[in-house]
């Protein structure tokens, strides 16, 4: 396996070994200690536990979790355990992003420290509903292990525990102990165990430590220590959603994030039922749908989010746009906000899209540096009085549109209080998504010939300066000039896929190019970030494995702000907009490699291959440039 995170086989290998049970101690709590940074943290040894030898920490897998506020002083200290060289599994409440934290990962015997870039906290508590009290971490860089950045995963197990004797791991006392018990019986949710002879139990800094089972002389991971009090959250839906996780993270540190939903995590969702057979009630039911869109949000560290339709995957609505700290503000809005703005209603889910739109629109409308907002379907009276959630939108996430009506086939021509939610929503996205945007929400409003529309999503940041009329917005094609080919991404914009051009001329084709069309104009590139990025998926250009070397692969992965998903463009001719796209990891020139053409010898037949994009030396070569027409595209569109 390369340097980059291959999704595909870590995936492969959590859905082959996961199958995880969340456990509690009868004991006693087990709940987190807030501890000072630098602070040495032993105590005495719990009876009947024993100390870890380093090697045994590195052969399981442990590591300490440590989740703080920079220059605040203070952090939660928590035990954990590898899944892969990537993943870590600890505790959900031992994470926390939406207030800003940080979140670093240690072990013995491996130097530095490693810090995340994207997290799924499944629950937070054992009395969650919404789902176990497990998180799930993905290390900016794979933490080594035995010298391998890419050979250690946990196996999980498969059999019924109980009557069996486990290991508990737990770091407490600043150092890893491990004690004995055996699985007393399945209660609900949890796995009972009991004490062992010393009357060993867990302690505070415990959570999130791994407890495994010994069969057949291997160790498999049964569950991880979390908080008591009340009945622990279902595990059953968590292989699922950890499945998904693996397949879908998301950069929380951004203002916005888009990614396909997996099936199995929507299946999970305490709502997912309200995507139906077909999606026939994402319409009809819209608060239902909102919360589960927010709370896959809200599990991977964003303040909110909400679903957009994309064409592009199957039934076209299995799509969400999270929000994160930078792109906007979570509220909770008062009851007197609400019928503040002339649209005023006391039940979200007795409330049409429309008029709950308007409301989020004009309490939004308020607060200054602001495109819209929407409510995130939730209401609660914790405070004695009654309040809805609400998601205000930035600059940062998106841009606002009053669009017109004749663009709009489902909401252009008819009164919004009548019209279906998703019909909005597809109708909205449909309208943005040209424009470099991962979808669009309406907010609501209308006039003769006007809807109001807040595009979200904001894939480019810069315009490409002077664009032919034929491309449209912010996006383009790329050209390979030597070869008059554009550039596609692979089916389903799938990772670790070899990026390609499209064949264009064939000896035996009948038409002879590719004249642009919607379909090749795939490419944003924002001058802020230095990323080239196919627009349909969100995921960014990137040098395969971060390798450094000539004829290096050339993929789509998904953003993760790496230093070989950075170009920079260092030449262009404004008034066609011809590229030389450079590496700024590598030093290396995007390069167009030809195909093969189809031919015969000594009697036998050989198929075209198509050309492929790699890295070579920058030498100014027409293979290094790239336009975002055809060669025939002033011919075909000048003075005639």
């Known amino acids: 396996m390369s340097g980059v995170w291959r999704g595909v086989v870590v995936s492969e290998v959590l859905a082959e070994e996961v199958l995880m049970i969340s456990i509690r101690n009868s004991l006693g709590p087990l709940v987190v200690v807030i501890v000072l940074l630098g602070t040495d943290a032993h105590a005495q040894l719990t009876p009947g536990a024993v100390a870890v030898p380093a090697a045994e920490e590195m052969a399981m897998g442990l590591v300490s979790i440590l989740t703080f506020?920079?220059?605040?002083?203070?952090?939660?200290?928590?035990?954990?355990?590898?899944?892969?060289?990537?993943?870590?599994?600890?505790?959900?409440?031992?994470?926390?992003?939406?207030?800003?934290?940080t979140t670093q990962v240690t072990a013995t015997g491996v130097p530095?420290?490693?810090?995340?870039?994207?997290?799924?906290?499944?629950?937070?508590?054992?009395?969650?509903?919404?789902?176990?009290?497990?998180?799930l971490i993905r290390l900016s860089s794979p933490m080594p292990n035995n010298g391998f950045n890419n050979r250690f995963?946990?196996?999980?197990?498969?059999?019924?525990?109980?009557?069996?004797?486990?290991?508990?791991?737990?770091?407490?006392?600043?150092?890893?102990?491990?004690?004995?018990?055996?699985?007393?019986?399945?209660?609900?949710?949890?796995?009972?165990?009991?004490?062992?002879?010393?009357?060993?139990?867990?302690?505070?800094?415990?959570?999130?430590?791994?407890?495994?089972?010994?069969?057949?002389?291997?160790?498999?991971?049964?569950?991880?220590?979390?908080?008591?009090?009340?009945?622990?959250?279902?595990?059953?839906?968590?292989?699922?959603?950890i499945i998904a996780a693996t397949r879908t993270f998301l950069d929380q540190?951004?203002?916005?994030?888009?990614?396909?939903?997996?099936?199995?995590?929507?299946?999970?969702?305490?709502?997912?039922?309200?995507?139906?057979?077909?999606?026939?009630?994402?319409?009809?039911?819209?608060?239902?749908?909102?919360?589960?869109?927010?709370?896959?949000?809200?599990?991977?560290?964003?303040?909110?989010?909400?679903?957009?339709?994309?064409?592009?995957?199957?039934?076209?609505?299995?799509?969400?746009?999270?929000?994160?700290?930078?792109?906007?503000?979570?509220?909770?809005?008062?009851q007197a906000q609400i019928d503040a703005t002339g649209s005023g209603f006391n039940d979200i889910n007795n409330v049409g899209w429309a008029q709950a739109a308007r409301a989020a629109a004009g309490i939004c409308s308020t607060s200054t540096n602001t495109i819209g907002g929407f409510f995130d379907g939730s209401m609660s009276s914790a405070s004695g009085a009654q309040t809805m959630g609400l998601l205000c939108l930035s600059p940062k996430a998106g841009e606002f549109n009053d669009a017109d009506s004749s663009t709009l086939p489902n909401i252009g021509l008819v009164d919004l209080n009548t019209v279906d939610w998703l019909a909005a929503r597809a109708d909205a996205s449909a309208f943005c998504r040209p424009f470099g945007f991962e979808g669009g929400i309406a907010n609501g409003n209308q006039i003769?010939?006007?809807?109001?529309?807040?595009?979200?999503?904001?894939?480019?940041?810069?315009?490409?300066?002077?664009?032919?009329?034929?491309?449209?917005?912010?996006?383009?094609?790329?050209y390979a000039i030597s070869?008059?080919?554009?550039l596609l991404a692979p089916p389903g914009a799938a990772i670790?896929?070899?990026?390609?051009?499209?064949?264009?001329?064939?000896?035996?084709?009948?038409?002879?190019?590719?004249?642009?069309?919607?379909?090749?104009?795939?490419?944003?590139?924002?001058?802020?970030?230095?990323?080239?990025?196919?627009?349909?998926?969100?995921?960014?250009?990137?040098?395969?494995?971060?390798?450094?070397?000539?004829g290096a692969l050339i993929i789509l992965f998904p953003c993760v702000n790496a230093p070989n998903e950075k170009w920079s463009i260092i030449t262009q001719a404004p008034s066609i907009e011809k590229w030389r796209i450079k590496s700024d990891f590598s030093g290396l020139c995007l390069t167009a490699i030809p195909g093969r053409a189809a031919h015969s010898s000594n009697g036998h037949f050989f198929l075209a291959t198509v050309g492929t994009l790699g890295q070579r030396p920058c030498d100014?070569?027409?293979?290094?440039?790239?336009?975002?027409?055809?060669?025939?595209?002033?011919?075909?569109?000048?003075?005639?």
């Open 620 to 640: 100014g070569s027409d293979s290094q440039l790239f336009s975002n027409v055809d060669a025939a595209f002033a011919q075909r569109n000048g003075p005639h």
């Open 153 to 241: 995963f946990t196996r999980l197990n498969r059999a019924d525990p109980i009557g069996k004797s486990a290991t508990l791991y737990g770091k407490s006392t600043g150092a890893y102990l491990k004690t004995t018990s055996t699985v007393a019986s399945a209660s609900g949710r949890n796995l009972k165990l009991t004490a062992n002879s010393s009357g060993s139990t867990t302690a505070q800094g415990d959570s999130g430590g791994p407890t495994f089972v010994a069969v057949n002389g291997q160790n498999l991971l049964i569950g991880l220590t979390t908080s008591t009090g009340g009945t622990i959250a279902a595990v059953e839906p968590a292989v699922n959603w």
């Open 253 to 334: 540190s951004r203002p916005f994030a888009a990614t396909v939903v997996m099936p199995e995590e929507i299946a999970a969702q305490p709502e997912g039922d309200r995507f139906g057979s077909g999606n026939v009630q994402v319409g009809r039911d819209w608060p239902s749908v909102q919360r589960s869109a927010t709370m896959m949000c809200v599990k991977r560290g964003f303040i909110g989010g909400t679903l957009v339709p994309d064409t592009t995957v199957p039934d076209g609505v299995l799509k969400i746009v999270c929000i994160g700290r930078s792109g906007g503000v979570a509220i909770q809005a008062s």
């Open 448 to 478: 003769v010939g006007k809807r109001g529309l807040a595009c979200i999503g904001a894939l480019s940041e810069t315009s490409f300066g002077p664009t032919p009329t034929a491309n449209l917005g912010h996006i383009r094609a790329l």
């Open 69 to 101: 506020t920079p220059g605040a002083g203070v952090g939660v200290g928590c035990s954990g355990v590898l899944l892969t060289n990537n993943w870590v599994l600890t505790a959900g409440h031992c994470l926390d992003a939406q207030t800003g934290r």
């Open 496 to 550: 670790d896929t070899g990026l390609t051009f499209k064949a264009c001329h064939s000896l035996i084709g009948t038409m002879q190019g590719c004249p642009v069309v919607p379909g090749f104009e795939q490419w944003s590139y924002s001058a802020t970030t230095h990323r080239l990025v196919h627009v349909a998926s969100g995921r960014c250009v990137n040098i395969s494995g971060a390798r450094r070397d000539t």
């Open 112 to 135: 530095g420290v490693f810090t995340m870039d994207a997290l799924y906290k499944f629950g937070t508590g054992a009395n969650d509903p919404t789902g176990p009290d497990i998180g």
């Open 483 to 486: 070869i008059d080919e554009p």
